[in-house]
């Protein structure tokens, strides 16, 4: 239960947000029910909300809410990704999730068998990826493009196989610098606790 409600409050913060993701919900669907009951406060515990929704605890009505559970969560979680790639934000994390969108339209079109389509358009978002420095997302296209030419062109294929090291090593680079930071975050976080 916990988890639901902590994704309703998310989705309820952006009011546009909820009403798209709402729409996917039809009006008078236990699902609904579901969404309306947690989001007004209703329920508190996955009992509760049993025999709200199907007035009664049974073993049946029980199972019946868990898949209800997880349909819900299912629902809103897809509802929430959609719609939250608002074009009309500009920040680096929707500029993010677009770029990853559109990675995974080239891989699935590279797997249906547009090979030629697909490398030419990994190399665009390639270029983008690298402008924003979307460093895990540009290892991914690069070793798609390295894979692509590898067995065609080798002298492409050595020209993104060493572009693949050297993001790989400034990729490290990165890591291991987010990894000196959290511990140092961490670290004077538990110098600034008092003592108990």
């Not at 007004?40 to 019946?64: N, P, Q």
């Not at 400034?170 to 606790?193: D, G, H, M, P």
Request: proline share 1%; charged share 35%; aromatic share 8%.
């Amino acid at each position: 239960m916990e988890e639901i409600k902590e994704i309703v409050g998310v989705i309820s913060r952006d009011k546009k947000n909820e009403k798209n993701i709402i729409a996917l919900l039809r009006q008078g669907t236990k699902i609904r029910m579901f969404y309306d009951l947690v989001k007004g406060s209703e329920v508190s515990t996955d009992e509760e909300a049993v025999l709200r929704i199907y007035k009664e605890s049974t073993v049946s009505t029980r199972a019946a809410y868990s898949k209800l559970k997880r349909d819900l969560k299912k629902k809103l979680l897809r509802g929430n990704l959609c719609f939250s790639l608002n074009p009309q934000r500009d920040s680096r994390e929707t500029r993010y999730f677009e770029i990853q969108r559109k990675f995974l339209e080239i891989k699935l079109l590279i797997l249906g068998g547009g090979k030629i389509v697909g490398l030419k358009e990994a190399i665009k978002l390639l270029k983008k990826a690298k402008e924003e420095d979307f460093w895990d997302i540009t290892l991914f296209l690069l070793r798609m493009i390295r894979h692509l030419y590898m067995l065609e062109k080798a002298k492409m294929f050595k020209k993104y196989d060493q572009e693949f090291k050297e993001a790989l090593r400034t990729y490290n680079i990165l890591l291991e610098a987010e990894s000196l930071y959290s511990r140092l975050t961490a670290q004077s976080a538990v110098q600034k606790t008092p003592d108990e």
